[in-house]
């Protein structure tokens, strides 16, 4: 049985130039009330390697960091029901209001989606709503544990795409 979730809130400056969008958080992120609180996600990880900062760090020093260089984190979703952490398992998508964040976002150059099913519902539950044109849109492999077939140092070179805004 599928049960109804709820996303963790925007991590954001309102001068954010990159905003990196994930699908919904998995079951651990969820409980742990963490972006990517899974110790296998290659998230920290790929980020510390980006911003010069080391993954051991506290999460909220991460998350100050990230502001820091400029970097926002959401997800497409702000609600959906699933069973387990799978991305093919999420039904009955509702998307968070992406009008107003980005009227408020005006510095964004780059929406970057972590994995294609943050970029599918992007397209599908957010795009057809829009007021106003996005910025750049660029997808990029998940670092989602489940995402194994690419090594971290692959997923870390196309991941450096970000930093080119």
Known sequence: MSVILQGLAAVTNRDAKVLILGSMPGAQSLASQQYYAHPRNAFWPIMASL???SVNLAYHER???LRQHGFALWDVLAHCQRQGSLDSAIRHEQAND????LAEHGQLK???FNGAKAQQSFNKQVLPTLAI???RLLTLPSTSPAHAAM?????LQQ???IKQR
Do not use: D, Q, R, Y
Request: charged share 10%; hydrophobic share 50%.
């Open 63 to 65: 998350l100050v960091l």
């Open 159 to 161: 991941w450096l795409h």
């Open 51 to 53: 911003c010069g900062f």
């Open 98 to 101: 992406f009008n107003h964040f």
């Open 133 to 135: 044109t996005p910025p």
């Open 110 to 112: 780059l929406i970057a």
């Open 151 to 155: 090594s971290l140092e692959h997923k």
